[in-house]
């Protein structure tokens, strides 16, 4: 393997220049979060329009995590051995062209597809903008601007259901425009990092990306999920379509392992994976990845089906939560720069959000709004502690030219988590909805046809005592999906205790690594500028003190 090669691409980027490439990278990151967050109140009066299933819903957010999830790694690979900023900008038409095809989806399947292909560039971006800040602040001073990621996930999640629930209730506008009222944004955002985003860039000549190895992870990853969808429904627990998907994915995801310890470029680079930190922080993100998606995305279902709700008053039902990530995030981001301390956060952040779950584990359709609201906030709290300080935690330990491998390592296991954590608990929540409303309706004396073929989740199309039973199913069985959540957040504290105290390093790479680089460059070109150009281990907070 030959040693990177100096470019004079970019210049090092001062404090100033640094916030300006900042504001457009929290764009993108507000739209990638914005095209989930939008849809979520819309989604049972769109699902209804297009008249789908339970099934169909949990499909709608899951195709999204599923492509994203087996994306981010080849992103974060492409990351470490081409230009970030273009890569970017690709995610970002990638991610458009998604969203303008779910806005003239015609059928739930069209819409499932198109939220699919959206979900590639979503992928790139959730890895590319953790990569970009990282290569240009160091982690001890990343720990400030986390308050400024946790700020740009609030407004997005708050103001996301809002708008969704605004759009769908508003006559002259109509679903569609939930999909489409990204677009302007995403330009917008593709223009101001083409004018601000000056990134340098450390190439190689024998670059070998590892094709083998990111299609084993992605087959071996949605032939999982796939069973995770259908099984107990269209076929049984003990089956062999059961065998034969859950055989065929061992074995992707095994010949995948193998691959990757043999390849010259992996995708998931095992020796970073095997590294404690990363392991830990995979593992929690993992487990907070299943609780927050998992849980989190049926919360407007339970206020719109089980609660009686509208799309508006459901997306502000869940400021709460959003309030809780911001204050968290802010208040734990600073403490964490002033102390360089990371791991007290992590750790108190994983319980707080098991404790958050496990209260919201309790509720029905006749719980008191304000005990819901309280265990959103104590959930959001425990989010804006975990999540991104987990990433922060391993691009601690890493060496700048890894940084792309790493982060969507994390990136890539906490959305394979969200993605189990949505199938597994839509499937739990269709099956307890399901033998509630036939239990209730037999009870009734009423036919379990009487909604004329139409789906449980398009309420005007059903008689007013099966919406009335349709909804307790729904608000009561939404609880349960929720302790499931808090068991499998456990697994985060578990790993969150097992970290290693460690303190934040002040420069952008390790400097041992910085200064090998640097001689490996020089002996390749016979020019000391790449330690000036490629590799600056101040960062734009220590040259701002000098």
């Known amino acids: 393997m030959s040693a990177p090669t100096a470019t004079a691409d970019a210049e090092p980027m001062n404090r100033r220049q640094t916030l300006e490439a900042l504001s457009g990278l929290l764009l993108v990151l507000f739209v990638a979060m914005l095209s989930s967050t939008v849809v979520s109140t819309a989604l049972p009066k769109i699902i209804g329009a297009l008249n789908g299933s339970q099934t169909q819903y949990t499909w709608v957010v899951t195709a999204t995590l599923l492509t994203a999830t087996a994306t981010t790694p080849i ?79 609030a ?20 679903w569609r425009w939930c999909f489409f009222v990204g677009v302007p944004v995403a ?37 999982l999920l796939i069973w995770i969808s259908f099984v107990d429904d269209s076929f049984a627990w003990l089956s062999w379509q059961t065998g034969a998907m859950v055989g065929g994915s061992l074995l992707l995801l095994a010949l995948a392992v193998l691959v990757e310890s043999r390849a010259a470029e992996p995708v998931v680079p095992l020796e970073i994976v095997r590294e404690r930190t990363t392991a830990l922080a995979i593992l929690g993100s993992l487990a907070v990845g299943m609780a927050m998606f998992g849980g989190a995305v049926f919360l407007g279902q339970y206020f719109q089906i089980g609660r009686g709700y509208s799309p508006t008053e459901a997306g502000l039902l869940t400021i709460p939560m959003m309030a809780g990530v911001l204050l968290s995030s802010i208040v734990a981001g600073r403490l964490i720069t002033a102390s360089g301390k990371i791991k007290p956060y992590i750790v108190a952040g994983s319980i707080i959000l098991v404790a958050g779950f ?4 309790t509720i029905d359709h006749e719980t008191s709004l304000v005990l819901v609201g309280a265990a959103m906030f104590i959930v959001g709290v425990g989010v804006g502690m975990t999540m991104q300080n987990l990433v922060l935690a391993v691009q601690n330990t ?9 982060s969507s390592s994390v990136a890539f296991f906490r959305s394979l988590g969200g993605t189990i954590g949505v199938s597994v608990l839509g499937a739990v929540l269709a099956r307890q909805v399901t033998d509630r409303i036939n239990h209730d309706l037999a009870a009734a004396g009423i036919p379990t046809t009487g909604g004329g073929g139409s789906s ?3 309420l005007a199309a059903l008689p007013a005592p099966v919406q009335h039973i349709v909804r307790a199913a729904y608000g009561d069985a939404t609880g349960h999906i929720f302790l499931i959540s808090a068991a499998i957040a456990v697994v985060g504290i578990l790993a969150a205790l097992l970290l290693k105290p460690v303190t934040l390093r002040s420069s952008l790479d390790l400097p041992d690594t910085a200064r090998s680089v640097a ?11 790449f330690d000036e150009v490629a590799v600056d281990v101040t960062g734009p907070g220590e040259r701002a003190r000098r």
């Open 519 to 529: 001689v490996a460059a020089d002996a390749v070109d016979g020019a000391p500028a």
């Open 187 to 223: 330009i917008v955002a593709l223009i101001l990092l083409q004018m601000t985003l000056h990134l340098p860039t450390a190439r190689r000549d024998n670059v070998k990306i590892d094709y083998l190895g990111a299609t084993l992870i992605a087959a071996g990853v949605s032939l």
């Open 155 to 174: 407004l997005a999640t708050v103001g996301g259901p809002l708008l969704g629930g605004l759009i769908v209730d508003t006559s002259w506008l109509g």
């Open 75 to 153: 992103w974060g690979k492409l990351a470490d051995l081409f230009n970030k900023k273009l890569l970017i900008q690709v995610a970002i038409v990638v991610f458009l062209a998604g969203s303008v095809a779910a806005g003239f989806a015609h059928s739930a399947g069209q819409l499932i597809a198109a939220r699919a292909f959206q979900g590639i560039g979503v992928g790139g971006l959730q890895a590319l903008v953790q990569v970009a800040i990282a290569a240009m602040i160091p982690p001890r001073e990343r720990g400030r601007y986390n308050g400024y990621l946790g700020g740009v996930m």
């Open 456 to 458: 449980t989740l398009n």
């Open 358 to 361: 496990a209260l919201l584990g």
């Open 398 to 406: 890493v060496a700048l030219k890894d940084i792309g491998s790493a």
